[in-house]
């Protein structure tokens, strides 16, 4: 997995896909979790999949507070998982591990030992292929599959998508150009003359004119968008917070900047190509001969917008996996 994943959950998100939707765990899917988790028996087993910094291994054993029933639960990552449990103010009965660097195509657990195997906006990563057999390995006979997935027209990827469509164009590339040239034309500054100098000297003029036009043309593109990537508040940062800093720490942070945007374009690619069509849906049921279909369901949030699909199955027996 590329570095960028884990500097993304360094970052503290809890979901893959940033501030896109945040009720992520509030509202309709929190309680389609609670029911899930309602019908765990006491000294339940649970494996999170792709779990990122953990969040429904947090949401499980919040929800079993005060409630006297005890269980485990694992959540794996293939990135490093940033979560300190330490810090967390968990419910005693139901113990957490989060174990990083774990591959889903590959669980280093032993057959048939858990009770539900979850996963939200994360398993379609994988290479479900192998991802979803490993998962009803490692399930009891009974036991259930659970995942919530990236719907290819649900209200996130739609919107990533339009992030991911403008900064692919060449007006951002553009506009990191032409900052680049700015800077090196403004030269260090330390005062108002300096100020004044730079705001008659015609070729500072001429690169503030041509950003202008790029970000104007990204506005005209998707503004929403433009406003989600975090572009202009890369630049506003730069010109204003850090007017007067030396040449070298703008250059600096203007490649910082660059990475930022970069690192995005990896990230929402990989969720675009990562979300579900139905006939993907269906090429996925139909390749499994070891599970029994109990559910399979389109999430939509309050307003009727899809959000996710919601996937679930039971296992039929052991010798099957």
């Not at 019908?39 to 499980?60: C, E, Q, R, Y």
């Not at 005062?191 to 690169?207: H, Q, S, V």
């Not at 900047?257 to 929402?268: F, V, Y």
């Not at 369901?297 to 309050?302: A, F, G, L, S, V």
Request: glycine share 6%.
């Amino acid at each position: 997995m590329s570095s960028h994943w884990d500097e993304y959950w360094q970052q503290g998100h809890l979901t893959s896909f940033g501030d896109s939707f945040k009720g992520n765990y509030s509202g309709v899917l929190s309680t389609l979790w609670n029911t899930e988790f309602a019908k765990l028996k006491p000294n339940f087993k649970v494996l999170d999949v792709a779990t990122g910094n953990g969040a429904l291994p947090l949401l499980i054993n919040q929800f079993f507070r005060d409630q006297q029933i005890g269980g485990h639960v694992d959540g794996v990552d293939l990135a490093q998982i940033a979560t300190d449990l330490s810090t967390q103010q968990l419910n005693d009965e139901v113990t957490v591990s989060l174990i990083s660097n774990i591959n889903g195509n590959e669980l280093p657990f032993e057959k048939g030992q858990y009770d539900l195997v979850m996963s939200q906006f994360g398993i379609e990563y994988s290479d479900l292929s192998r991802s979803i057999p490993e998962a009803l390995r490692v399930l009891k006979t009974g036991g259930r599959f659970c995942v919530v997935t990236h719907h290819s027209r649900s209200m996130i990827i739609n919107r990533n998508r339009d992030i991911l469509a403008l900064i692919n164009d060449s007006a951002v590339d553009n506009v990191f150009s032409i900052i680049t040239a700015l800077v090196k034309r403004m030269g260090n500054m330390s005062n108002g003359d300096d100020l004044k100098r730079i705001k008659i000297d015609p070729e500072a003029e001429r690169l503030r004119g041509e950003l202008n036009t790029e970000i104007n043309t990204l506005a005209k593109l998707n503004e929403a968008a433009l406003k989600d990537c975090e572009l202009l508040n890369y630049v506003a940062t730069l010109f204003q917070q850090g007017l007067f800093w030396s040449v070298d720490k703008k250059l600096t942070y203007i490649e910082f900047a660059s990475g930022q945007i970069a690192s995005l374009k990896e990230r929402l690619g990989e969720l675009v190509n990562a979300a579900l069509s139905e006939q993907k849906v269906a090429d996925i049921l139909a390749s499994l001969s070891d599970a029994a279909l109990e559910c399979i369901d389109t999430i939509c949030d309050d307003e009727g917008k899809i959000l996710a699909w919601k996937i679930t199955l039971i296992k039929l027996s052991e010798s099957s996996c």
